[in-house]
């Protein structure tokens, strides 16, 4: 049992991912072989029964190898569809790597817009057009001060004046709403990350000691993240629900390359997956547009250069369905092969998500997941944004003036939030108003000197004025108690642990599934050509385990229980007020918490 873990210097990990080590088995690696699939979403079984051929005297064989499958027929999967971006833009970072230099993000109506910004030389880029966002903003119910709105991003161009910069852009967006009357709202466009630190550690022969892809998928379902306290589990207990009637969107990376239907294999453990690529302004300037039938990803592998960032959804996927292994699980790609974006993308990903959700046969929205976030403070923002100037200070007196008039829902949450993001608000609380309940993680900033607030958009899952939908999700280790990085949160899920007493990562320690130091999910077969398998640490990963138990929660509600009227907000506060933020999450508990309608 590892012993307590203390705080770190939050240079080590600053994510809400760490580095993962690859399971391998004792042979090389082989070739994935494409074959037709099933258009059914696969549960994942437990038959764990394979034949086998005799191993040489020279080495163990591994006798099935994993495969990611495109399918033929699409079957259930509707990917995302977007029109290609307005313009293009080139994304560099400021100096301290928080906002993407010369962008502004601006939300109102169009032609108010376009009123605002004469003057500037601004390029626009892209956009979320009416009516989309009016309907998404009018779910939040603005009595219509805010019709025929739109999210654009701009961009500085050749004839925007020198001396302009974000802040100043932003400040001169907000004064003249102020002084034209009208409702227009502007950000910088942040920086969206799950940031990898190192490289993964590839191990030669098998740290479960798998020999077989049996022995790999064993190692999978008896890791102790999966199992009763302090893990989540048991997982997939008797007559329990399956996520039967649900869905788990993933906003993430993907490893995947073409949009549609895949069946990913290991052996008896089979997991469907719906992938989206839509266009935006930041993931053409990265890969190109999207044309279908064509890879696109930027890394000739996913484990160069490149980092790991590219496996983070996968491995995100895999633990989602591992707890609600019947629920469909669609991965929309907002990041990068380094698991990086930018807030525009995720926008645009969020309203093209609930214009679709909004027709689909759920009697509740898709669970959200979120793995990724900004991490984000007056003292950061002043930093990056104006560190000379007391402009920040101003900048944030105008928009919390604009917020009262004309955004009045928001008025709570501003009232808190150091620095409003009107913009990433939006679809979130329209999110809620749709059904959907969010699961976001909190973030691997804390360090010794104290424990560090749940990144956005998690921070918004806690406090006195948290987003009923929204639940901030932290990391719990071994002994169940928070694991050393991880950031305030509303409830806990198993995430692993670094190493006593500097909180390092330490997943190329790992030997077996109760490995203290990861939990173990699935990695493309280019990463992980033996057994598909590896292990990884952080909040990223404590999420899908959350997101897969609303959805048992959220069958429990729709079918055995037949709730007739039933909220996002319901469930949330629900799976929250049953699990103290004290505890582990259990499925078990959870379930047996519930046996009434609310």
């Known amino acids: 049992m590892a012993q307590p873990m203390k705080r770190k210097n939050r240079s080590t990990i600053t994510s809400t991912t760490a580095a993962f080590v690859i399971l391998v088995a004792a042979c090389g690696p082989t070739t994935p072989t494409q074959v037709p699939t099933t258009t059914e979403p696969p549960e994942a079984t437990d038959t764990r029964t394979t034949t086998e051929t005799p191993a040489t005297e020279e080495t163990h064989e591994i006798f099935e190898v994993p495969t990611e499958t495109h399918a033929e027929d699409p079957g259930w999967c509707n990917p995302l569809s977007s029109n290609a971006p307005i313009g293009v833009a080139t994304f560099e970072t400021d100096s301290e790597g928080v906002y993407w230099a010369g962008q502004v993000i601006v939300t109102g109506g169009a032609a108010d817009i376009d009123d605002v910004v004469n003057g500037l030389e601004l390029d626009l880029v892209d956009e979320v057009t009416a009516p989309q966002v009016s309907e998404l903003i009018g779910q939040v119910r603005t009595d219509g001060k805010l019709n025929q709105a739109v999210i654009r991003l701009y961009a500085f161009g050749t004839n925007t004046p020198p001396y302009v910069t974000v802040a100043s852009a932003i400040h001169q967006i907000l004064n003249s709403a102020q002084n034209a009357r009208v409702g227009v709202f502007?950000?910088?466009?942040?920086?969206?990350?799950?940031?990898?630190?190192?490289?993964?550690?590839?191990?030669?022969?098998?740290?479960?000691?798998?020999?077989?892809?049996?022995?790999?998928?064993?190692?999978?379902?008896?890791?102790?993240?999966?199992?009763?306290?302090?893990?989540?589990?048991?997982?997939?207990?008797?007559?329990?629900?399956?996520?039967?009637?649900?869905?788990?969107?993933?906003?993430?990376?993907?490893?995947?390359?073409?949009?549609?239907?895949?069946?990913?294999?290991?052996?008896?453990?089979?997991?469907?997956?719906?992938?989206?690529?839509?266009?935006?302004?930041?993931?053409?300037?990265?890969?190109?547009?999207?044309?279908?039938?064509?890879?696109?990803?930027?890394?000739?592998?996913?484990?160069?250069?490149?980092?790991?960032?590219?496996?983070?959804?996968?491995?995100?996927?895999?633990?989602?369905?591992?707890?609600?292994?019947?629920?469909?699980?669609?991965?929309?790609?907002?990041?990068?092969?380094?698991?990086?974006?930018?807030?525009?993308?995720?926008?645009?990903?969020?309203?093209?998500?609930?214009?679709?959700?909004?027709?689909?046969?759920?009697?509740?929205?898709?669970?959200?997941?979120?793995?990724?976030?900004?991490?984000?403070?007056?003292?950061?923002?002043?930093?990056?944004?104006?560190?000379?100037?007391?402009?920040?200070?101003?900048?944030?007196?105008?928009?919390?003036?604009?917020?009262?008039?004309?955004?009045?829902?928001?008025?709570?949450?501003?009232?808190?939030?150091?620095?409003p993001l009107v913009a990433l608000w939006i679809p979130l609380a329209a999110a809620g108003d749709q059904g959907s309940v969010i699961a976001a993680a909190a973030g691997n900033d804390s360090n010794a000197g104290g424990q560090y607030s749940a990144r956005y958009p998690a921070h918004w899952g806690i406090g006195d004025a948290a987003m009923g939908n929204i639940i901030a999700v932290g990391a719990s280790n071994i002994e169940g108690i928070p694991s050393c990085y991880s950031n305030e949160a509303k409830v806990l899920a198993p995430g692993a642990d670094g190493t006593w007493p500097d909180c390092e990562g330490a997943t190329d320690q790992c030997t077996d599934p109760l490995c203290p130091y990861g939990v173990i999910s699935l990695l493309s077969s280019a990463s992980s050509p033996d057994t598909g398998y590896g292990y990884w640490a952080g909040t990223s990963f404590s999420t899908p385990l959350v997101s897969g138990l609303t959805s048992l929660v959220l069958e429990k509600y729709l079918s055995t229980l037949s709730c007739p009227s039933l909220g996002a907000q319901d469930v949330a506060t629900m799976i929250a007020t049953i699990n103290p933020t004290s505890q582990v999450l259990s499925i078990p508990g959870t379930l047996a918490g519930i046996s009434k309608c609310p």
């Open 186 to 419: 502007a950000d910088p466009n942040y920086v969206i990350y799950s940031p990898i630190e190192a490289l993964p550690h590839s191990i030669s022969g098998s740290p479960m000691g798998a020999t077989s892809m049996t022995e790999a998928v064993d190692g999978f379902w008896s890791q102790w993240a999966l199992g009763s306290s302090p893990g989540i589990g048991p997982v997939r207990g008797p007559e329990e629900p399956t996520g039967e009637g649900t869905e788990i969107t993933l906003f993430d990376t993907s490893p995947l390359v073409l949009e549609g239907l895949w069946r990913v294999s290991r052996g008896t453990h089979e997991v469907g997956v719906c992938v989206s690529l839509p266009q935006s302004s930041y993931l053409n300037d990265r890969f190109g547009p999207y044309v279908e039938g064509q890879p696109h990803s930027i890394s000739g592998s996913p484990v160069d250069e490149v980092g790991a960032g590219i496996e983070h959804g996968l491995f995100v996927a895999g633990l989602a369905n591992a707890v609600a292994s019947a629920s469909k699980i669609h991965l929309i790609r907002v990041l990068d092969d380094r698991a990086q974006g930018d807030m525009f993308t995720l926008i645009k990903a969020l309203s093209l998500f609930l214009k679709q959700a909004d027709v689909n046969s759920l009697e509740l929205g898709p669970v959200v997941n979120l793995s990724l976030g900004l991490r984000l403070d007056a003292e950061i923002h002043s930093n990056a944004l104006c560190p000379h100037t007391d402009e920040c200070g101003q900048i944030i007196g105008s928009l919390r003036d604009l917020i009262g008039t004309y955004l009045p829902e928001y008025q709570s949450y501003a009232d808190q939030d150091e620095v």
